[in-house]
C-alpha cells in the first residue's frame, strides 16, 4: 500500500480533486523563461488596447543570418547530388513510360486516362512544352533511347521540387519549435536520402507529391504558430489559404495526398476541440473560427482539385486510347467521337445499331466467323467501334413480312420482334448450348443463325422489355425511343435475357467481348439502348435525337469513377511489387532501368530509412509506456518538458501513421515508392527524436552528434550512390553492398 | 456506507429500477466520506467504482399463494412475455408440411447424425447435433431426405422437431426481460424491449423452422445475458455469483461459435469489454498486483480456456457420432477416411509401384485431389487444366508411368518395379490419358507460379512431363531415411519438376468460373520445404499385380483432424462468393437490411402453398436503426456540451450511460460491419443476432430520454410508452401473416407492400 503513495508527488493535497485540475507547482527543475516568452499578466496587459502590439515574425519562423547561410549550402550540396549528370541515362527509365507519354498525349490533345489526378502531369507538360517539345515521341518501353525530347528539362521538374522539400524540411522543423542543430540535421537526411533522390531525377510523379506533402505540412505548422500568436489577422488568413491550396495540390498529384488532408483534419479537429473547450472563445467566435477553416481547409483544396481537372478536360479535347473507359455522353464530347443525329422513333423495319449500356464494350456485333465450340454457328460479340456489322434490321416476328406496309409500327413492350443481321443475313439467334466462355448452367449462347430463304424459327424471337425511359421525354417509357429508353431482349422460348458481361473472347473472337443469353440475369448488365436507328418510311424531317452533352460536373464525377474502378482493378501482381509490412524495414528495392551493366535500383539510404523506423518504433513504445504509467498514476503528461516532446513528435507520427497504414487496406497492387510521403515523416520525426533526447545535452556535444549522424548518412548515400544514378560500379563492391539477402540488384 | 444511499434500503418497490440505475455506479477518486476505511473497501471491491445493489431485507418464507406471488412479482411480466412467446413460435407450425427452405440442408444434416455418416458442412458441429438430437427423440430414423419443397410423409415427426427447435426462440423473450433489467433500464423500457423481441416478426418466422438461426440467436442472448450480469457481480470479485457469471459467460460463448462463425462477433463485443474492464482496473492503484493477476487468470480460463475447450469437445463429439464413410469424406486426410467405416482405403495395396492407379492428395489444410478434366485454360497455355477438386470423382485418376526414354511401362508383365524417393515418373491422367506438365507460362491466378496443365499424349510429350518424387516423411515409418518404398496414405512426398526445380502445388486460390471454381494447381519456383501446400499423399491405390493391404488399426490424432476440419470449413466458406452475373433474388447486401430494403421469400410463391416470407417488423427494425444513428449524435451532443463545461449528469449517471450504449452500439457495430467486408454472399438472417443489440439501443435511448427523465410527467412517459408499445404491437398484428404463414394467394393480403422493393406480391 505504501507504494503507490510514494508515486504521488508531494505537493498536491491529497483532497477529492481529480488529476486534470490539479495545478502543478512550479518546479526548480524547469529552465528558466526565454526572453521573449510573457507570462499571464503580461499577455493581458498587452490584449488591452492602446499597448503596442508585440511584433512576431511570420508563420512564428524566426532564423538567424548564421543559419541561413548554412541552410544555403545544404540545398547547394542537395542541388549538387539531385542534378548531377541529370542526362545520364539517356533512355527511358521505368514509369516515365507513362508519365512521359502522357505529356505527348496533352501535347497531342489526345484523351486518354489515368489513375492520377493531373497536377503534376500538366506541370511535367508545362515543362516540356516550354522546352519546345512537340509530343512525336512514344516512350514505348524501358530502354529506349530518347531522340528529340527534351528529357532533361522534364526531369527537371521533379529534381527542383525534390530540392524544394530539403528547405522546407529545414523550416518546418524550425516552426515545430526545434532547435537549428535538429532542423539541419533533418535537412541533411532528406538531402542524401537515395530513395528521394532516386525518385526526382525522373519524369515522376512522386517527387511533386512529396513536394506538396511536404509543403503542406510546412504550411500548417505556420499556420498553427499565427493561430497561437493571434488569430484572423492578415498572416494567419494568409497561411491558412496556403495551406488549403498546398493541400488541394498535392491531391492534386496522386490520390495519396488525401492522407495528408486526412493528417491537416484531424489536427484541425484537435485545435477546434481545444478551442472549444476555452471557455474564453464565445460561439460566435468559435463559429467564425471553424467557418474560417471549413472554407480553407475543404471547400479551397476540393475547388482547386476539380480546377485541375477543368484545365484537363480544356487540354484533352480530340478522341484518344482512353474513350473506351468512358461513357458514350462523355465520348459524345470528345471530337473524332461526336456522332449525327439520328431518328428518335424506332418501329418496325428500323435498321439500329444496339449498345450495351452498363460496360464499355460496344455495340452488338456480328461478323462471318463462326464459333469454334458449342453450336459452331455465327459468332455474336460486342464490339467497341462503329462498323457496318453493328447494324440489324428490326422485324416483327409474329405476322408475316410486312414491307408493303407504309405506316410505322413502334415498338412497344412486350412486342416480340427479330434482329437481321443486314452484312451476313443472320438473325440474331439463342438456345440451349453453353457459351463459350461462361460456360455456366445459367448461361445459353447467343448466335447468328439463318441462311436466304430460310423462314427462320421461334430461337430467333425476343421480347421487348422496357425497363427505364428519360425523364425529359415521356413517350420513351411507352414506346422503344433511340437512345432514351433502355430495354431488355427476352428470349421467349428459354426465358432467358440478352447479356453481356466484361468478359473477352480469345482469338479467334477477335478478344470482343462475349455476348450471352443469361437465366438469372443481373440487370445492369443486361440493359440495352439504340444507338442510331434509321427508317426507309421516315421522313427526313422527322424528329431526331442525339446524346445529352455532359457539363463539367457530370464528366469530373464520372472520371473520378472510372479512375477509383481502374486503380481497384490494377490488382494483378507485377515483379517488384511489395507488401506494406515490409517497406518500414527496406526488404526490397525497384529495378527501374538495366542497360549495359549500369543499373537504376530504387533503394532508399538504409541507414537513415532503419534510423526513421527505429525512431518510429521508439516513440510508439515510449508514449505506450507513458500512457501505461499514466493509468497506474503516475503524473508525467503534467511535465511540461514531456508535453512539449510529445506535441512535436506526437504530430510528426500521426503523419508517418497517416501516409503508411492505409495502405494496409489496399488490395491493389503496391509498389516501395509508396512509402516515401510516410518515409518523409519517420525522417522528420528522426530529428524529433533528436531534438527531445539531446534536449538536455550542451549545445555543443549535441552538435557533435548531429554531425556524426549526418556524416554516416552521407557515407551510406555515397556508398548506394552507383545504384541511384546508374553510374559504374565493381562487381565485387556491388557484391558487398548486398546487405540483405532480398535486395536484388546483384545478378 | 449505508450513509451514501439516496433511496432507502428496500424501498424498490415496482418503480424503483430508475433509482437503482442512479445509484449502481459511485465514482471513486481519493477522499470521499471512507477515504480512511481503505482497507475494509479494498475487501469489499478495490474500487470498482461498482456498489451492490440494494440490500433486500430477507424475506420470510411466504405463507400463502398470495404473499408468494407478491414476492416474487417482479418475475410475473416475463413469465406473462413466455407464454405469450410460446404461443407466437409454436402457433399453427405445422402449417406448411414441406421442407421450408435451409431446413433443405439442417434437416439433411440432422438425419446424418442419426445415419452416423460423415459430412462435410461450413458450420460448426453443434447446431446440427442439437438438430439431429431434436429428431432422436421425436423418433425420426433419419431416413428422410430433406429435399426442398418435398412434403414431409407421415412417419416424419417434422412438427416435434419444429417445436424442439422453437424452445430457441421461446428463450430467447425472457433473456430479453432479464438482459434490460441488467442492464438497469426502467420498467417500462423493459416492457418495451421485450415486446420488440416477442414480435419481431422476423426473428418469429425463422425460430419456426429446423434452422441453425434460432439456436444462434438464443446463445447470442445468453452471451450478452451473462455479460450484463457479470458486470453488476463486479463489486464483489471472485464470489461465487461472480465465478458463475463469468464461466456461463464463456460457456455461451463457446456454445453460439459452435453453432455459426458468426458467433465470433458477439464474443468481440466480450473481448472488448473485458480488455477495457482490464485497463480500468489496472488504473485502480488500490488494487494489489496479485489480485490484479488473479483477475487476468479467471478471464483467460473462463473467456479462452472454456470456449475452446467447448468448441473442440463439440468436434470431437461430431467426429465420435460420424464414424461411417459419408458424402463429406473427401474434405478429411486420407488418414482420417481410412478409419471411418465403410471405406476401402485400407484395402490399398501397400507400395505404390509402376503401373498404379492413384489418387494423389494434397496435405495442406483443406487440399483436395490433383484432378484434370477436359476443359481447357482459357489463358496462358490453354492447355487442358489441372486443379485440385474435392470430390471422389474419375477424373482424379492418375497412372504412375516411368519417364519418357525409360523402358515404357509393361501391363503384361508380371514384376512390378516399386516407386522409391527421388524417381523420376510422368503422371498420366486416366481417363484422358494426358501427361502432368509444367512450363514457363504464368499459373491464372497466383501469376507467380508457373502454370500446371495436362499435354500430349500416351505417346507424345516431353522433358516438362517429369517430375522428381521426393519424400518427405512416413507417417508411420518416421523420417526420411526410414522410408524405402512409397507407401500409400502414410508417406507424404512432394513432387519437383525435373526441367524447371519448381514445386506442385495447391494452395487455396481459387479458379474463376472457368474453372469451376475449384482449386488452382501451380508450380512454385520458392523451395519451401515446410510447406504443407506442397505435400501429397497416396490416397486411393489400384494396382491388380499387388496383394490388397490389411486393415490396418491406426488413429488419425484428434488435433490434427479439427484443425484440418475447421481449415476446410474456412475454405469453402471463402469459396461461396456470388456469381457477379447471377442475380440471386434471395441474396441481399448489408447495407439493405437496416432499413429493411429486402425481405426473402423461404418457399414456393403458389397458391396453394403455404407461403413464409423473412421481413422484419418494420418499426424494430427502423427504430432500432434510427436509434443507432440517434446514438451517434447523441454522444456528439453531449461530448461537445461537456467541452463546454455543461453538465448533464449526475454523479455515475454517465458511466452507467455510456455502458448500456457502448454495449448496444460495439455489439451491433461487430455484428454488422464485418458483412460489409466479408466476400462471400449474405443474406437478410445474418442481421438478425445485430438486430438485438438495435432493438437494446432503442430501448436504452428511449428509457433515458423519456422513461427515466425527470422533466417528463408520468403521464407523458405513459404516453410515449402507450404508442411505442401500440406500433410494436399493431405492426406485428398487420405482419403476423408472413411469419404464421399466408395460406391461399398471396393477393389476398392486402396493404403489405410498405416499401416497393419487398417481392411479397408477384
Redesign the interface.
Known sequence: MSDFRARRPASPPSSAQPYGKLSSAPSQRFPPRPKDRLDADERKALATSGYPRQHHPLGGFKLSSGEVKLLILVVVLAAFVRLYKLSEPNSVVFDEVHFGKFASKYIKTRYYVDVHPPLAKLLITLVSVISGYDGNFDFKDIGKIYADVPYVMMRALPAVMGLAVVPLTYLTLRGLDCRATTALLGSVLVAFENSLITQSRLILLDSPLIFFTSLSTFCWVGFSNEDKAEPFTEQWWFWLTLTGLSLGAVVSCKWVGLFTIALVGLCTIRQLWLLLGDMRVPPRLFVKHFCARALCLIVLPITFYMAMFEIHFLILQNSGEGDGFMSSEFQHTLQGRGMADTFADVAIGSEVTLRHVNTQGGYLHSHPHNYPGGSQQQQITLYPHRDDNNNWIIRNALEEKNTSSTDLVYLTPGMTVRFDHISTNKRLHSHDVRPPISEVDFQNEVSGYGFEGFEGDANDNWIVEIESGDRKDPESKKRLRTLRTYFRLRHPLTGCYLFSHKVKLPEWGFEQQEVTCNKNAVKPNSLWVIETNSHPNLPPDAEKVNYRIPGFLAKFLELQRVMWDTNAGLTDRHVYDSRPLSWPFLKRGINFWVKDHRQIYLLGNPFIWWSGTAAVLAYAAVRGFLVIRAQRGYKDFLNTGVVKADQLCGFLFLGWALHYLPFFLMERQLFLHHYLPALYFSILLLAGVFEVVTGALRPRVRLQIAGAIAVVAILTFAYFSPLAYGSSWTRSKCMRAQWVKSWDFSW | MEARRRAAPGTATNDGWAADGSEGPVPT????DDEKD?YGKARVGYGTGRLGPPRQRAQPPPESFAEFIQQNVEHVPPILYTLLSIWTRCYKIGLANVVVWDEAHFGKFGSHYLKREFYFDVHPPLGKMLVGLAGLLAGYDGHFEFKSGDIYPDNIPYVTMRVMLAMFGIGMVPLAWYTARELHMSRRACHLVTLMVLLDVAWLCISRFILLDSMLLFFTFTTVFGLTKFHNQQYQSFSPEWWFWLAGTGLSIGAVCSVKWVGLFVTALVGFYTIEDL?NK??D??MPIRVYARHWVARIICLIVVPILFYMASFKIHFLILNHSGPGDAQMSSLFQANLEGNDFALNPLEVGYGSKVTLKNMGWGGGLLHSHV?TF?VGS?QQQVTCYHYKDENNQWTVLPAWGETPYDPNADDVDFLKDGDVVRLQHVPTKRNLHSHVVPAPVT??NHEVSCYGNETMGDVNDHWIVQVVDDLHRGKKEHVGRIHSLTTRMRFRHKVLGCYLRAANAILP??GFKQVEVSCDKEDNPNDDHTYWNVESHINPKLPIGEMKQYRSPFLRDFWHLNVAMMTSNNALVP??????ILASKPLDWPWLHYGLRMCGWGDSQVKYYLLGNPVVWWGGTASLIASVGVLAVYL?RM???YNDFEPGEWEQFLYVGKIAFLGWVFQYLPFMIMGRVTYIHHYLPALWFSVLMAGHLIDHFVFSSKRLSERTKQIVFGICAGAVIGTFWWFRGLAFGVEGPIGDQKGLLWRKTWNIYD
Open positions: 477518486g481519493y477522499g470521499g481503505v485497463w489496472f488504473g492503484l488500490h476443359q482459357p490453354n501469376s507467380l468460373q472457368w456469381d457477379p452475373d447471377k442475380e440471386d461537445l467541452q463546454r463545461r
